[in-house]
């Protein structure tokens, strides 16, 4: 049973409210049974059910985290509007203190009952007067540690919601009270998430529809989307179905500036007149006048209808401007310069309407002069009022009465309001910027002609009109007056057709009319483009190849036998090197073929020199030694091999050792000599012959003897 009443606390409601029926019920049969008047209740006043929707502090201390909503979401609401209904209907029954209900009881029970009351009364006085009250203990209280509490307590009603709505989220009294938490508590996302859910699980009260509609609103001005301000609109609507909301002048107010954010101007004008007429205390009259008076001056700015309405409309639009203008609230404010705007503007209308109105006979001047006395007037004031504001303050040196007719004075103006957002008084300056622009002359040069054949205009003008055309559409934009957005983007793309602000937002505005057409621009100069594009890089690339040609040859006649200056030049002028080139291999293979047979062959006989000069060597060196010194075979080899060096030598060594050995006597007898091998030599050296071929020749080492007998000797 705990967990029951902790986790469903409307069905321990329910049965509490079932037990005090059934105890009242009990208690009135026992007293009419014992002849007793009813004891008189408590007649509950209206506005103990009435919820006070315009009251800014409403919801934001609970008296309890569970207490029921009085706007029927609940199946039990037709039951209690009855019992209200059924008390309301005793009460006046029993209003005469003489007369009871019960006329057949005597008048001592009455008697007693009277003492009864009066000692009861008496009684309850004594203990109030006891115990303090809950106001002296609040008040009594230091507000910190009230807004402690206070802050403790909401802590705790959020959390018991959060975990009860995540177990079972489709509860609708739940969701809703969440909500206005929520809403109290200035997070208005989160409660127009549980405020909408409460709606589509069935609540139907007022306040829950308001504070959706409030949230919307509120997230719409943190930077909301515009289904956002879509769904605040329909909020208020079903908001506006109860009387309490209908009969509001606030709610009113709030709904007419959801539909003129979302450019229903003619739906907030109704309303906005409606509220002047049905509550001329409502202390936001003078903003209420204030948008009425602007949306009843883009009204006669757009429509076409007859002068008499527009004059009666703008007298009464000027009267309304008059009294703010009298009013201390705005001229102490910063709405100052707006409102004397607005005011100056529907005076200039209202003389440029009764102009055309009144036909004046001839030789006569027309009546409405001193209304331009006093327009001119209106714009001193606001000539001296802008002066003092920096934003739209005059260039200086410039005058009042030309400063009213520049283009780039509304242009300020027009930059001014869409600060503020007042985009109906931007559109209104703009307009009038444009008119002026447009009444200038085109600009000429010397020779009398324009100096742009388009349009006769320079380009200076027509970047003047094109951005003015374009703040004009964005304004329209955000009032979401979509017909003359599109057109003021028309305009810039007449102006300039390749503008991309333009050609985007005129696709997204008006697909059905401007989508097929540009996307077929958009293709054809996708195609101008690839063919120029074509066109132009062939051209760059004639001109790169000719330079790349240019540098190739340069460096080929730099160095031309280097093996990467060959390669470009052949790769980029073939017909001219390529017979060359191959000419030139063709050589040098032929030479390195030669070259490479002679290194062979050079090679081979450098081994063989190298192997005589090592034999030689060797031989050399065996010859010096005392064992190979008069070897035959050393001595014939070295004189076969160096004969230039060795020959004479040997042959001297020999002649010489042959000498000495005649001289020593080793032939005894000229029988031996004569049958000897050494006669013919001996004969030779001693001929002529000898002489002659060696003239002077000695024999190394060896001296000749100079005795006689030696020499006769060798005659013999």
Same mark, same amino acid.
Do not use: C
């Given at each position: 049973m705990f967990l029951q009443k902790l986790l469903d606390p409307e069905d321990e409601r329910r049965r509490r409210v079932r037990r005090a029926r059934i105890v009242r019920r009990n208690r009135i049969k026992r007293e009419v049974a014992q002849g007793l008047p009813v004891r008189r209740l408590r007649v509950p006043k209206a506005s103990d059910f009435a919820l006070n929707l315009d009251e800014p502090d409403e919801w934001t201390e609970p008296k309890s985290p569970f207490r029921p909503t009085f706007g029927g979401n609940s199946y039990e609401s037709t039951q209690q509007r009855q019992t209200v209904k059924q008390i309301r209907a005793t009460a006046q029954q029993s209003a005469p203190p003489t007369k009871s209900l019960f006329s057949s009881k005597s008048s001592k029970a009455q008697s007693t009952a009277a003492t009864n009351a009066s000692a009861t009364s008496s009684q309850e006085s004594a203990s109030r007067g006891s115990l303090p009250s809950r106001k002296s203990i609040s008040r009594s209280m230091p507000p910190h540690i009230k807004a402690k509490w206070q802050e403790v307590f909401q802590q705790v009603v959020f959390k018991r919601h959060e975990e009860i709505l995540a177990k079972d989220p489709n509860r609708k009294w739940r969701q809703e009270r969440f909500g206005l938490l929520l809403f109290a508590k200035r997070e208005y996302a989160r409660a127009s998430e549980h405020l909408a859910k409460a709606v589509s699980l069935g609540a139907t009260s007022s306040l829950c529809w308001r504070r959706l509609a409030d949230s919307y609103y509120h997230m719409w001005e943190d930077g909301g989307e515009w289904e956002v301000l879509w769904a605040c609109r329909a909020a208020y609507e079903q908001a506006l179905n109860h009387v309490e909301v209908a009969c509001s002048p606030i709610a009113l107010f709030k709904y007419a500036q959801v539909l003129e954010l979302l450019g229903s101007y003619i739906g907030a004008l109704t309303i906005c007149a409606s509220i002047l007429q049905t509550c001329p205390k409502f202390e936001q009259l003078r903003e209420v006048k204030l948008r009425f008076v602007l949306l009843q001056r883009y009204q006669l700015f757009s429509s076409v209808s007859e002068t008499s309405a527009k004059l009666a409309v703008l007298k009464k639009c000027t009267e309304y401007t008059q009294e703010l203008l009298l009013d201390k609230a705005i001229t102490e404010g910063? *709405?100052?310069?707006? @409102?004397?705007?607005?005011?100056?503007?529907?005076?200039?209308?209202?003389? #440029?309407?009764?102009?055309?109105?009144?036909? %004046? &006979?001839?030789?006569?001047? &027309? =009546?409405?002069?001193?209304?331009? @006395?006093? @327009? #001119?007037?209106l714009f001193q004031e606001l000539y001296k009022l802008a002066i003092k504001c920096p934003e739209v303050a005059p260039p200086p040196g410039v005058k009042w009465k030309s400063w009213k007719d520049r283009s780039d004075t509304y242009t300020a103006f027009a930059e001014y309001f869409r600060a503020q957002g007042e985009n109906v008084l931007a559109s209104d300056a703009l307009s009038q910027s444009l008119e002026l622009l447009e009444a200038l002359p085109p600009e000429s040069t010397s020779s009398g002609k324009t100096s742009s054949l388009w349009r006769?205009?320079?380009?200076?003008?027509?970047?003047? *009109?094109?951005?003015?055309y374009l703040v004009l559409a964005r304004n329209y934009y955000q009032c979401n007056q979509m017909e003359k957005a599109i057109r003021s983007m028309e305009a810039v793309f007449d102006l300039d057709p390749l503008h991309a602000e333009a050609r985007t937002s005129l696709v997204e505005w008006f697909p059905a009319k401007w989508q097929y057409r540009l996307e077929l621009e958009d293709a054809s100069q996708v195609q101008i483009a690839r063919v120029l594009r074509g066109i132009w890089d062939r051209k760059h690339a004639l001109l790169r190849r000719r330079e790349v040609i240019r540098a190739a040859g340069q =460096?080929?006649?730099?160095? &031309?036998?280097?093996?990467?200056?060959?390669? /470009?030049?052949?790769? !980029?002028?073939?017909?001219?090197?390529?017979?060359?080139?191959?000419?030139? #291999?063709?050589?040098?293979?032929?030479?390195? $073929?030669?070259?490479? $047979?002679?290194?062979?062959?050079?090679?081979?006989?450098?081994?063989? %020199?190298? /192997?005589? %000069?090592?034999?030689?060597?060797?031989? =050399?060196?065996?010859?010096?030694?005392? =064992?190979? *010194?008069?070897?035959?075979?050393?001595?014939s080899q070295l004189a076969a091999l160096l004969p230039d060096e060795y020959e004479n030598r040997f042959f001297r060594e020999d002649c010489s050792?042959? *000498?000495?050995?005649?001289?020593?006597?080793?032939?005894? +007898?000229?029988? /031996?000599?004569?049958?000897? +091998?050494?006669?013919?030599?001996? !004969?030779?050296?001693?001929?002529? @012959?000898? %002489?002659?071929?060696a003239p002077e020749r000695t024999l190394d080492g060896f001296a000749i003897p100079g005795d006689s007998n030696f020499s006769v000797k060798m005659k013999q």
């Open positions: 910063p *709405r100052h310069i707006n @409102v004397l705007y607005l005011h100056t503007r529907l005076n200039e209308m209202l003389v #440029d309407l009764a102009t055309l109105s009144v036909s %004046e &006979p001839q030789g006569q001047t &027309p =009546k409405p002069k001193l209304a331009h @006395v006093s @327009v #001119d007037i006769g205009l320079t380009e200076e003008q027509r970047d003047k *009109r094109i951005a003015l =460096k080929y006649r730099e160095s &031309p036998y280097h093996l990467g200056s060959r390669r /470009q030049v052949l790769r !980029l002028l073939r017909d001219k090197y390529a017979s060359l080139f191959a000419a030139q #291999d063709l050589a040098v293979r032929s030479i390195q $073929r030669g070259a490479r $047979r002679y290194l062979h062959y050079a090679r081979m006989r450098w081994k063989i %020199e190298g /192997q005589r %000069e090592k034999s030689l060597r060797e031989l =050399k060196s065996k010859h010096q030694t005392r =064992k190979y *010194r008069y070897n035959r075979i050393i001595r050792a042959l *000498r000495i050995q005649v001289g020593d006597g080793w032939y005894t +007898s000229a029988s /031996q000599i004569e049958n000897s +091998s050494l006669t013919q030599l001996l !004969l030779l050296l001693h001929s002529d @012959v000898f %002489e002659a071929n």
